[in-house]
């Protein structure tokens, strides 16, 4: 039987705390992007899974990283834990991580790598899986449970959306309802207070800088979408 525990909306105020700002700043060091540049959002995609990303559960240091490309968390994890993650994208990048390259969720590939059911301690992605229709998402954490040995962890950064899902043009992603959400993960938020969480990113000088960046442009009153920590023990 599964466990669900945790589906959280990220909180700035709760995550980007002085002591968390200067891990941040050693994961930064691990993006293969330019300047160590990473995305808008990832100061709390980042902080989040490198806060549950547990020690206790590495067994025989089997993790998967699905949709790695250049991402720091995934260089960061590899050093302070000494372990070799495998890296896995639909693309390769200028620089990344990537071991190797196809999609997660045709079992195909899954053959030709070896990976049986029970195969993975620890299976995370960061902002990747919100990039797939709402039922490949779902899919993707279906495969990802099932190549999960028991008591293994599973931990997903993904986009949310005040109301109902939506498809988002710029980057293309799917925003996921607080339904949809719970469905795709089996579990509940226990709380889903969107606006006041929408209030803090706008609130924070590091988040409304990166948005700007990425953007160009000015973040706006209200955020269209917010990171999600989802936090799965098999």
């Known amino acids: 039987m599964e466990k669900f525990n945790k589906l959280e909306l990220l909180s700035p105020k709760k995550i980007l705390s002085e002591e968390n700002l200067k891990i941040?700043?050693?994961i930064k060091k691990y993006s293969l992007l330019d300047n160590n540049r990473i995305g808008w959002n990832y100061p709390l995609?980042?902080?989040?899974?490198?806060k549950n990303f547990n020690s206790s559960f590495l067994l025989n240091n089997k993790v998967l990283d699905i949709g790695c490309g250049p991402g720091a968390i995934h260089g960061w994890l590899e050093s302070i834990y000494n372990i070799e993650i495998i890296g896995i994208d639909l693309n390769r990048w200028?620089?990344?991580y990537v071991d190797i390259v196809g999609d997660f969720n045709?079992?195909?590939l899954h053959k030709k790598y070896g990976w049986k059911k029970n195969s993975f301690d620890i299976i995370f992605s960061g902002s990747s899986l919100e990039h797939q229709t709402p039922w490949m998402h779902y899919?993707?954490?279906?495969?990802g449970m099932r190549l999960l040995r028991p008591g293994g962890l599973f931990l997903s950064t993904v986009a949310a959306s005040p109301k109902r899902t939506v498809k988002f043009p710029k980057p293309y992603q799917y925003n996921l309802s607080k339904q949809a959400l719970e469905i795709v993960y089996k579990s509940k938020f226990q709380e889903f207070d969107y606006f006041s969480i929408s209030d803090e990113y706008i609130e924070s000088q590091m988040i409304c800088e990166g948005y700007e960046q990425r953007f160009n442009k000015k973040i706006p009153d209200q955020m269209p979408y917010l990171s999600v920590g989802a936090m799965v023990i098999k």
């Open 139 to 143: 899919w993707s954490v279906k495969l």
């Open 45 to 50: 995609d980042y902080l989040w899974i490198n």
């Open 106 to 108: 045709k079992t195909s």
């Open 24 to 26: 941040l700043e050693e």
């Open 94 to 96: 200028e620089k990344d």
